[in-house]
């Protein structure tokens, strides 16, 4: 914990609610893959942070969190069955996958956190030549920058703006009126996968001609977990 005060957490009541969260990608078309259970790992739910995906290559992080670490050797031999060109960021660099944003060829990169600048750059390394332009971000408001930003389908990025260092780096931006709203997974088809904790929000979206599609995710969120935290999406491995 960092930014929120610790809660106790209902652990049954956060295995209905992955399980609701996992069902939602698969009505909307997604096939889902369980990485194994990494039991000594308790944060390894936020399976996000441990690897970034671009065309097809898949970087295998190094968490900011040493003890998070242990939590990428399943997600590695998942991403490699799954036929993904395996790539790693080595010591000294710590990357963490919510600190990563991809907005069509632009991947946004938090700094400050949990990703530092040799992180950073072995990402840039990694991905630069498969025609990803990286730009750094400045976090120091939240854990991850996805804690701070996410994208709609046009590319504008979204969040709430107490939240966000530089809102001006971002082409277009636009603020939302609750922090749980500024976390989107987008579904295909115009819908977007959101907290049922920001109906403002997702009214918002609904007037902008989107579908939200809330699911509840209450006990992550007393972890400073959000929608994209749970799942790392591959659009097919060229994409």
Known sequence: MTHVERTEVDVDLAVEQWEAYAEALRTHGWETVEVDPADDCPDSVFVEDTVVACRNVALISRPGAESRRGETGGVEEAVARLGCSVNWIWEPG??????????GDTVY???????????????????????????AVPVSKV????????????????????????????????PVP??????????????LLMAASAPKTAELFADLGHEPVLVDISEFEKLEGCVTCLSVRLRGLYA
């Open 94 to 103: 710590t990357l963490d996958g919510g600190d990563v944003l991809k907005v």
């Open 109 to 135: 990169v938090g700094r400050g956190g949990r990703t530092n600048a040799a992180g950073l750059q072995q990402l840039r390394a990694a991905f630069e030549p498969l025609g990803a332009r990286v730009v």
């Open 143 to 174: 854990l991850h920058l996805k804690s701070a930003v996410t994208a709609l389908p046009d590319g504008t990025v979204i969040g709430y703006e107490p939240l966000v260092d530089t809102p001006s780096l971002f082409p277009r931006f636009m």
């Open 178 to 191: 609750e922090e749980s709203g500024a976390h989107v997974v987008l579904l295909g088809g115009g819908k």
